[in-house]
């Protein structure tokens, strides 16, 4: 039963491989059969809007209290996370989902663990509200006071400093957050020298097991929704989050959506523990054991257990693609 449904889903990484053929510029390599692909070498993306935008990304006059830009959550260096459980806010409570990385994002089919953000200029307009406590007009009159800004929104943009435009920059250099050339993609690619043995072992057993019924496609998730704890409960859940506040049934209202998350991407993932949407799992090796417990009703051996964690060391990519 599980073979059947990982064919079902190679085509749909069969038809996700097509298309980002076809995003970056017709870019050929001969692995579509496989239930992964690899992440493009590089984005095609305009390079004057994508430097403003990451300047915008650093800049802590998008937010309230002028103490924190995107970066402070979502650190470039740190692999687009911040290392913690959950974070805390410029103004408000502390977040109660962990923070998933910003690379690699723009493969989601939505963004946010419940994947209300539709695409990501949508989310960067709520990302500023609700992460960085900010009113648009606010930062719109912030920035509108540097000069600098001002020359290259004028050059660059219908309209110069406005709410949209600044949405566009900051979306266009979230476009350009790409993780190329993990040990495994050159596997994929036709290095068959790129992963041990011991790792292609791991990636056998992923697809053997049906890890990759859910976590496939470019990112290794990021293209379904799923239920979380499908054959068990995890270890922790805060009943409050499930109740419908942060799974997909805030998005739908459809009882089913209950307990319903955006499957995360597993780029990286070696980077960017603690894992799962309450970030209180701190190691891999454990994330590995109770997703091979509650998503498919397995316990699973040490052997399994570590060939599983060293097929996920190999996804480790370059930060940034860099277009040759
Ligand atoms: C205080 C910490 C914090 C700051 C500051 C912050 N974020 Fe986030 N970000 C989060 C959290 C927490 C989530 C997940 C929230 C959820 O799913 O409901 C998130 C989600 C995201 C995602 C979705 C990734 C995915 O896989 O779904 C992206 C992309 C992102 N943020 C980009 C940004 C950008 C751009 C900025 C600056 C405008 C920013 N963030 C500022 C904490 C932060
Ligand atoms: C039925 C779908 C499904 C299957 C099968 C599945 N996962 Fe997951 N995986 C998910 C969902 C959904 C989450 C998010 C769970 C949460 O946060 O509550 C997740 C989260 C994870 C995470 C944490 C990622 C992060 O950034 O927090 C890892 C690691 C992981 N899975 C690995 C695996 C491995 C290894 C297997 C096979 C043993 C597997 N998964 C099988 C759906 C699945």
Redesign the pocket.
Known sequence: MRWSSVRVRSRIGAAVALWIGWVSGGEAWATVSEPVVPVPLCTTMDGEKNRLGKRLYHDVRLSSGNSLSCASCHSLEGWGVDGLPTSVRDHGPRNRL?T??VFNALFNIAQY?NGRGANLEELVEEEVRVQLGSDWNDVVRKISQDEGYRQDFARLYRGGIRGENLRDALAEFLRSLITPNSRFDRYLRGESGAITAEEQAGYA??KG???????QGVNL?GNM??????FAA?DR?DPSIESGEADRFAVTGIAEDR????????RN?AR?A??????Y?AT?EE??TV??R???G?E?SERERSL?VAF?RTLDGTLYGECP
């Open positions: 962990n998933p990385t663990w057993l992923f097991l049906g890890c990759v019924s859910c976590h998730g929704f799923h239920q979380s704890g499908f995890l859940d307990r319903v998350f955006k499957v995360p991407g597993l993932v960017t603690p894992y799962f949407h309450e970030g799992v891999l994330a590995v997703m091979a509650t998503q498919l397995r699973l599983l996920l």
